[in-house]
């Protein structure tokens, strides 16, 4: 998944990354990040992405009013390491009702935040995981399937210079049946290797695209170790 966060860059800067993106072989958008961003910025992103790409945009919240209906879906998700009860149910309650009446596709999902954390862990004010913390990672992702949730999203914070470790990967796919995610600090195709080998079912580019001068050659190498 090609992660594109609308406060990062301009409409046309997002929608010119997305579409080499899109060639690179990339399978699904997620629009979003860690900060606030304003819905009409996100449909606006969404609208224009979707005229150069028929891939399936998800939203990815940073906050109760990151929604769109120009999406084809949104990950309710819970940070479930946070401290702040806004994180773990408040943003959740908040936008229940309007997600309700838009009918947007709405993807459980429990959230997790490693080491380094960076912006996201943060702004989410999480309790970070240590990258090579197998016990407290597995305990967090059983908790997130016996809660129902759909996916489990590992993350080191967009721009980490390391992902999450190796055996921690391992150690949750041997033990937890949901589609794990794996984000952060996968820049090339060393990287994405050693995260899909030790298990993960999706990995999430966004600060390495963001910031590369050749996107497509960038994410067709990581792609490539597939």
Do not use: C, W
């Amino acid at each position: 998944m090609t992660l594109i966060d609308p406060a990062s860059q301009n409409v046309e800067k997002a929608v010119s990354i997305a579409q080499k993106a899109d060639k690179a072989g990339t399978d699904f958008f997620m629009i979003g990040g860690s900060t606030k961003v304003y819905p009409a910025l996100i449909d606006k992103t969404i609208e224009e992405i979707k005229k150069v790409t028929d891939k399936k945009i998800i939203i990815f919240p940073g906050s109760s009013e990151s929604i769109s209906k120009k999406a084809d879906a949104i990950y309710y998700m819970m940070l479930m390491n946070s401290q702040s009860n806004e994180f773990l149910i408040g943003h959740q309650v908040r936008s229940s009702i309007i997600l309700k009446k838009l009918g947007i596709e709405t993807i459980s999902m429990g959230y997790l935040i490693f080491d380094p954390g960076m912006t996201v862990g943060r702004v989410g004010n999480a309790m970070l995981i240590k990258r090579d913390d197998e016990m407290t990672a597995l305990s967090y992702a059983l908790a997130a399937e016996m809660f129902g949730f759909k996916l489990l999203y590992l993350e080191s914070g967009s721009g980490s210079p390391t992902h999450v470790s190796e055996n921690v990967i391992s150690r949750i796919k041997r033990e937890v049946k949901i589609p794990l995610i794996v984000g952060g600090g996968i820049r090339d195709y060393e990287s994405a290797h050693d995260v899909l080998s030790a298990g993960a079912d999706i990995i999430v580019t966004g600060t390495v695209i963001e910031k590369s001068v050749d996107v497509y050659q960038t994410l067709k190498e990581i792609i490539n170790a597939f």
